[in-house]
């Protein structure tokens, strides 16, 4: 939809015209996304604003999985951004009950564990096989 390419593109004048006239902020594209996941995906916080003011949701976009594997790699600012906007739940899961905290501290990133743990993350959270995030950790 129009309002899809204007959050895709950061176009915050045409995003707040758009949805003054009456476009669906949850309006899904063929792939299951909506306006906010295009926000979301290219980093136009303003963008997501204005569609967060207006009820927006995200779409199929798995937010979760970008944030574990942003994690696990030690890309503390796609965390940051991540958390910062919203998309995705701090404490989110991966299919063995690993949370972004479990990936980062067994992959010793220390900056990325700060960072989790000051957004909220649970120190105490438990996986599959009953670890915490902090048991396994490397050093770093």
């Known amino acids: 939809t129009p309002l899809h390419i204007a959050a895709s593109e950061g176009h915050v004048d045409i995003v707040e015209f758009l949805t003054s006239r009456g476009a669906r902020v949850n309006r899904s594209d ?5 306006p906010l996941d295009d926000a979301l995906r290219h980093r136009h916080h303003d963008v997501v ?3 967060r003011k207006r009820e927006a949701r995200v779409g199929a976009v ?6 574990i594997s942003a994690a696990a ?3 503390v600012q796609e965390v940051a951004e991540l958390l910062d906007d919203g998309a995705a739940d701090v404490d989110s899961t991966d299919y063995d009950r690993r949370t ?8 010793g990133h220390v900056v990325v564990v700060r960072l989790l743990v000051h957004s909220g993350a649970d120190p105490n ?5 009953g670890n915490g995030p902090l048991e396994g950790a490397e050093p770093g």
């Open 49 to 51: 604003a204005v569609l």
């Open 125 to 129: 959270a438990r996986d599959r096989w």
């Open 62 to 67: 798995d937010y979760k999985t970008q944030l």
């Open 100 to 107: 972004a905290l479990h990936v980062a501290a067994s992959e």
């Open 30 to 34: 063929r792939w299951g996304g909506s």
């Open 73 to 75: 790699a030690g890309n």
